[in-house]
């Protein structure tokens, strides 16, 4: 399993999207389907799947948020015919942000918003070879940004096998404030990601819709990336936090994974109820539930 998995909050459609996005590529299925009773969000799916080989995980849990373009999926691909079939199944009941078409960087790209509201932006181009298939893309917008270059180093700075891999700033009279970042590469833990930062007057931002479960060995691992990524403590809660650059985190012990799986309705329940008291999670408390 991945460190950090990017997880989805739908209204209703978790399962729905989840089969959907494993339609699209090979190396990809729905590998778990659990439903979770009596939350405040009622009865939720929690859904783990693949997308060309990727882990993600998504939640049925009610209309509370909504998935914006902050954060974007950026998939690259090998052919012309492999980008088309993509595009135009993403396309269908969604919207294009930027225009399927070609540009100095790509010979096809298009930005668009499908019909469940997760953002991807495609790429055929040969300065786009990524190691992974589909990369988060943050986008700092708002009182965010300009945030991108110290973002970066605070997330490496914090995870282990990280590393910003470049950064490419705006010249003067280019688009956006000089100096904002245009385009970055990082990893975390392994994982690759992507940022960038955007003063336009966007009226969204990072919200709870879009966020990365970092999974967890240890007490002490829990309590290291709790202690250094928490800046909200509103927003802490049931393993979620929130940084102080509004990006949402779930900082997750594996064994909640391994029970959530496991198809043990009585002790899913068990552990439902035990997390569904905590903010940052206890996992010797959490262990004993399903004892």
């Not at 405040?40 to 990727?54: E, I, M, N, R, Y």
């Not at 298939?133 to 973002?151: D, H, N, R, S, W």
């Not at 819709?209 to 060995?217: E, G, R």
């Not at 552990?271 to 399903?290: R, Y």
Request: aromatic share 14%.
């Amino acid at each position: 399993m991945q460190k950090i998995i990017p997880h989805l909050w739908f209204d209703t459609q978790a399962k729905e999207a989840a089969h959907f996005y494993t339609s699209l590529f090979p190396n990809s299925k729905v590998t778990n389907v659990t439903r979770i009773t009596n939350t405040p969000s009622g009865d939720c799916d929690v859904v783990t799947f693949t997308v060309a080989g990727q882990d993600f995980m998504s939640i049925s849990a009610g209309p509370y948020f909504k998935l914006n373009p902050s954060i974007s999926l950026f998939t690259v691909f090998d052919s012309e015919q492999e980008i088309d079939a993509v595009w135009n199944k993403l396309i269908e009941g969604g919207k294009a942000l930027m225009p399927y078409d070609t540009y100095p960087w790509a010979k096809k790209y298009g930005w668009l918003q499908d019909k469940y509201g997760l953002t991807w932006q495609l790429s055929w181009s040969e300065h786009h070879q990524m190691t992974q298939k589909i990369t988060p893309l943050l986008m700092f917008t708002q009182q965010f940004a300009g945030k991108v270059k110290e973002a970066l180093e605070t997330y490496t700075g914090i995870f282990p096998n990280s590393k910003i891999e470049m950064t490419v700033p705006y010249e003067k009279g280019e688009g956006d404030a000089e100096g904002y970042i245009k385009h970055s590469r990082f990893t975390l833990a392994g994982c690759n990601f992507m940022a960038m930062d955007s003063s336009g007057p966007h009226e969204f931002t990072f919200n709870e819709a879009f966020s990365l479960v970092v999974n967890c060995d240890t007490q002490e691992e829990i309590d290291m990336y709790w202690n250094a990524l928490s800046a909200v403590p509103e927003s802490e809660q049931c393993g979620w936090l929130k940084d102080k650059y509004g990006v949402s985190w779930q900082i997750v012990p594996r064994m909640m994974n391994d029970v959530m799986t496991s198809g043990d309705t009585e002790k899913i329940a068990r552990l439902t109820q035990a997390f569904l008291k905590m903010k940052k999670f206890d996992i010797k408390a959490l262990e004993a539930s399903v004892k």
